[in-house]
């Protein structure tokens, strides 16, 4: 199926574009509705989002500040802490999107993030190891729903190839979350001994009450699906289901019955794209709780560790930016992947082999790891959404990715051990592997969507159009094109 053509556009002259159903679309007014989906979709999101991996991953921070200390926690407890988390936020994660659907997404996502916060703060106020599992368990609950209701609610709003940009900005957050999130923590740390209370604990305070607050203000800025959202006018609407059609065609998913559950769970894509995530994810992970430890490790205090982990997550958000911008461009995802995983195998196959290395070299092999784990996260999730389409499919199949995939992240949090210090041959092996899991689910993905393109191509896929279900096909319709 044709894209729309995007023209240059001057302010004297306003040029209008035919696409192949015969839309009319004026192209200034389609320009001036992107600016304005851009300001008033993706901050909240943003904002959201750097709050939930600060809650998520700030553990990594207390841990450096006497958390184990304080709650009496030995051997393996730390690892247990940080997995614990996972098994609720990967059971709820498909639910959630499910509820989601039903409802304004101005409330959902409020609600939780306040539930979270909630929890956060409590993390804070535990008294042993069995209050912070507790905790942990909470927030994992009600996090669930974050990440995958935001790629799903940002994807409603634009076209196939104006997404990867737009996410990436969005992912950006968890990436600065790892940077700064060092760096408040350490100035948090600084109130240790204010109320009887350690530093650790403050940081799990300040930061819960933060995401409290948010929480509230989520319910009165974030925006809800297209077709009910304030910021737009009524001509702005109709522009953008317009503009939205005429990128996917016909392929909608907009009933959700037997034969629609089947197309969905059937599809080899979605399972690809779990597993391409579950790979990839791992990395993400370890590097934010891991990489204030590491650099700790490497001869630094707590203090100045927080401080030198910050440049290698500044670098992690350039270069996912950048590889975003690229991947829209070139209308391509799968090679940008790769680049990603090669870069981070080279920092992993460095730390692999450090007997011999100096401490510069090793806090050189972390600006090769976060960065190309972070160049090809966000394009594996933006690429599964391209490549399924429909209010429904879209929803579960990002929430099955995100939950699902997010078994990398028990993962990452139980191959670091303790006791292999400072050299973890586990943990890096580990992650060099399934950095691999990811590239052979990618390369997987690619062929799959360049055979099933050429069947479409031929006619192959045409008898579809004649079954029973031919007007909720989603991404199963014939017309409609998979991105490589």
Not at 173 to 202: C, E, P, Q, T, V
Not at 242 to 265: E, K, Q, Y
Request: glycine share 8%; aromatic share 14%; hydrophobic share 50%.
């Amino acid at each position: 199926m044709a894209e729309l053509r995007k023209p240059s556009i001057s302010d004297e002259k306003v040029e209008v574009i035919n696409d192949t159903a015969g839309t009319h679309i004026d192209a200034f007014a389609e320009k001036k509705l992107l600016r304005k989906c851009d300001l008033y979709v993706l901050p909240p999101l943003f904002v959201l989002f750097l709050l939930a991996f600060l809650d998520r991953t700030n553990i990594g921070n207390a841990r450096i500040q006497g958390l184990e200390a304080d709650l009496d926690m030995h051997n393996n407890d730390y690892n247990i802490a940080l997995f614990i988390f996972f098994i609720p936020y990967i059971l709820f994660e498909v639910p959630s999107n499910l509820v989601l659907k039903k409802l304004a997404p101005s409330t959902w996502l409020s609600l939780i993030m306040i539930l979270w916060g909630v929890a956060t703060v409590g993390m804070g106020l535990v008294k042993n190891f069995k209050g912070l599992i507790a905790m942990r368990v909470l927030l994992g609950f009600f996090e669930a729903g974050l990440f995958p209701g935001c790629i799903y609610l940002i994807s409603m709003y634009y076209k196939r190839y104006e997404l990867q940009w737009r996410l990436t900005l969005f992912f950006t957050a968890s990436i600065i979350a790892g940077a700064f999130g060092g760096l408040l923590a350490f100035a948090i740390a600084k109130m240790d001994g204010i109320a009887g209370y350690g530093g650790w604990r403050w940081i799990f305070i300040i930061e819960g009450i933060a995401t409290v607050v948010m929480g509230i203000v989520t319910k009165f800025w974030c925006t809800d699906w297209p077709e009910t959202a304030r910021f737009l006018t009524e001509d702005e609407r109709a522009l953008l289901i317009a503009r939205l059609s005429a990128d996917t065609g016909d392929a909608v998913m907009n009933r959700l019955d037997m034969r629609a559950a089947r197309r969905i769970f059937s599809d080899p894509k979605i399972y690809l794209g779990v597993l391409a995530y579950f790979g990839i994810v791992n990395t993400g992970y370890a590097g934010s709780f891991f990489v204030p430890t590491i650099v700790k490790e490497l001869g630094y205090t707590s203090s100045v560790a927080q401080i030198r982990s910050i440049p290698i997550f500044v670098v992690a958000t350039v270069t996912a930016v950048i590889a975003a911008y690229v991947s829209d461009r070139l209308r391509n995802r799968y090679w940008l992947t790769m680049l990603g995983l090669v870069i981070a195998s080279i920092g992993y196959i460095m730390l692999l082999a450090q007997n011999n290395l100096s401490a510069g070299v090793k806090y050189f092999a972390l600006f090769l790891i976060v960065p190309g784990g972070y160049i090809t996260q966000p394009i594996v999730l933006v690429w599964m959404s391209n490549l399924v389409s429909g209010h429904y499919k879209r929803s579960v199949s990002s929430a099955m990715q995100v939950g699902f995939g997010n078994i990398g992240g028990i993962v990452a949090s139980n191959v670091f051990f303790k006791t292999e210090a400072p050299k973890y041959p586990t943990g890096y092996g580990v992650s060099l592997g399934m950095l691999w899991i990811c590239g052979a689910a990618c390369t997987g993905l690619f062929f799959l969507v360049k055979i099933e393109n050429k069947k479409r191509d031929k006619g192959e896929r045409d008898w579809r159009l004649e079954e029973p279900d031919a007007d909720n096909l989603g991404d199963d319709h014939p017309h409609f094109r998979l991105t490589t």
